[in-house]
Each structure stands twice: as structure tokens, then as C-alpha cells.
């Protein structure tokens, strides 16, 4: 009833709200995706997405597809794989940045465990910069990070904006230095937010420095200060600082998966899980 690629196409849309940015991931004709978009709508005989010449969302029928569409691509992905005899095997060093500690990327990472047993899984869990570094460095396989902007590297699961977050009960003081809660070097967003500050002309201090996101969240839940964090990533017990506050845009960050430079055994392993997150990329930021 339903045709894989168009549910792959349906996945990639509804990850990226966009038709342009889907049908350049796929390596498609922008008119193709709308078409894929189209038949499965009508196989499913729902609206899935609405648009307009501005935007794309998801109505209620499309976020029920999204799990539909993961489940039935992950039970033809492991009958594909059943039946050609391809088992992926190997060690595969896999780095993921402190942004995902609180998602739900152990769910991707236990199913990818489940379809594939014989891949020997290592994890590293640091900071979006370190695990840059690392890869450069050959000591990882495959990242899935923060990068700038600027930055061309890597493929892209989704854009967020970065917004200011603190205590429910925090207030900013205009005439005293901002207290900011962050990474320590080469934090990503603890460069921008000071950068932003500094373009703003306003004094900062830093009031907070840890290299876990739940030592961060403990600081920032104490009320010692304020953090630069990804929207769609806001943890429990903490909130958008007020625009009254007069804290600067942050503008926007991207979230990537980056591939080694160099070929290794674990070539086939990171290429499934690359494929993995990119099909439920979506879950790393719903809640």
C-alpha cells in the first residue's frame, strides 16, 4: 500500500520542512518529491503536510504517518537485509555531542544494535568541537554534532535556532555583567553567545563552566545564570529568557552527522547508522 521511497521522501520532508532542502538531500527533482508527497497521500487518503508558497508543517494525519513510515522502512530495511545475507560487522566509534544526552537517541541507537548485532557499537559522548577534533584526528568514525553556520562540513539531520534559557524565576539585572552558564573550549554555543554579547557591546561574565549538559542544567536550574541552547532541545525546568531582558539573536545552528576522511572497516556500520539518524532524525527533537 505503502512505497518505501515514498516514505523515505515523506520522512526527509517532514525533518527538513522543506521540499528544496528534501529533494537536495535525496539527490531528487524538487517536482519529484512533491510527487512522492502526493501519491502517498493519496494512498493514505490524508492530507500529511500544509503548505504554502512560506512554509511546510506536519498536520495531525502527517505526525501519525511519522511513526507509521519508521516503522514499516525499519521492517523492509531488516527483510532486505534477512534475505540478501548482508550482516555488517566490525567496530564503529560513534561520537555524539552532550546536546542528544536528554533525546531519544538511545532509542535509535538500541534499534540500530537490535538490526545489526554483530557491529561492536562504541560511543563517545563530548562536546560538538571536541568531537570535530577528534574525527580530524582519526579516533572516531562517525559524529553527530552541533557545527557553525559557516561550516560546510558534514550532512545536515536538522537546523535549529539558538535561544537564551534560565530559571523560571531568573532576573537580569541591565546594569551588571550578563552571567552566562557554559561549555568549556571549543564549545560551540559558548562562542556564539559570546560573540553575540560582544557585538551587542554588553559585559558578560562567565558564572558557570561544565563539561556535562547536566552539570549546566543544575547551575542553570540554581539560578546562577543563563545558557545559549538549541529551541527545540529546551530541558525540563527551564525556559526561554524574556525578550525584556535585552539578551541578542543568536541566529541559528545546525546539527549534522559527519563521516571520517578516512575509509575503514566500519565504513558499512557508520553508513547504516548515518542512514538510521537521518530516517528518525525527527525523534531527536520531538518530545
Known amino acids: 500500500m505503502y512505497d518505501p521511497s515514498h516514505l523515505r521522501t515523506f520522512l526527509t520532508v517532514a525533518q527538513t520542512l522543506s521540499f528544496t532542502q528534501a529533494a537536495r538531500r535525496l539527490g531528487l527533482r524538487q517536482s519529484t518529491v512533491s510527487q512522492h508527497v502526493r501519491r502517498l497521500e493519496d494512498a493514505a487518503g490524508r492530507q500529511l503536510f500544509s503548505r504554502d508558497t512560506h512554509s511546510v508543517e506536519l498536520t495531525e494525519d502527517g505526525e501519525m504517518m511519522l511513526g507509521f513510515a519508521r516503522r514499516i522502512l525499519e521492517a523492509h530495511e531488516q527483510a532486505a537485509a534477512f534475505f540478501t545475507g548482508t550482516r555488517l560487522r566490525g567496530r564503529l566509534r560513534f561520537g555524539a555531542s552532550e546536546d542528544f544526552v536528554l533525546t531519544r537517541l538511545p532509542e535509535i541507537l538500541e534499534a540500530f544494535r537490535y538490526d545489526h548485532p554483530e557491529v561492536d ?5 563530548e562536546l560538538s568541537g571536541t568531537l570535530h577534533e577528534q574525527l580530524a584526528a582519526g579516533k572516531l568514525d562517525l559524529v553527530l554534532a552541533k557545527r557553525r553556520p559557516e561550516d560546510p562540513r558534514g550532512e545536515p539531520v536538522w537546523q535549529d535556532e539558538l535561544v537564551w534559557i534560565g530559571a523560571e524565576r531568573l532576573r537580569l539585572d541591565p546594569d551588571r555583567p550578563v552571567p552566562l552558564i557554559v561549555y568549556p573550549p571549543p564549545g560551540i554555543t559558548r562562542a556564539l553567545a559570546m560573540e553575540a554579547l560582544e557585538r551587542q557591546g554588553r559585559a558578560w561574565r562567565v558564572a558557570c563552566t561544565s563539561g556535562s549538559l547536566n552539570g549546566l542544567i543544575a547551575a542553570a536550574r540554581a539560578g546562577l545564570g543563563v545558557m545559549a541552547h538549541s529551541r527545540g532541545l529546551v530541558p525540563p525546568g527551564l525556559v526561554r529568557v524574556p525578550e525584556r531582558a535585552g539578551l541578542p539573536e543568536l541566529g541559528r545552528v545546525d546539527f549534522v552527522l559527519v563521516h571520517g576522511q578516512r575509509r575503514t572497516p566500519a565504513q558499512g556500520a557508520a553508513d547504516a547508522l548515518a542512514a538510521a539518524v ?10
Open 278 to 287: 537521518l530516517t528518525s532524525g525527527d525523534r531527536l527533537h520531538r518530545r
Open 121 to 125: 557499537l562504541e560511543l563517545t559522548v
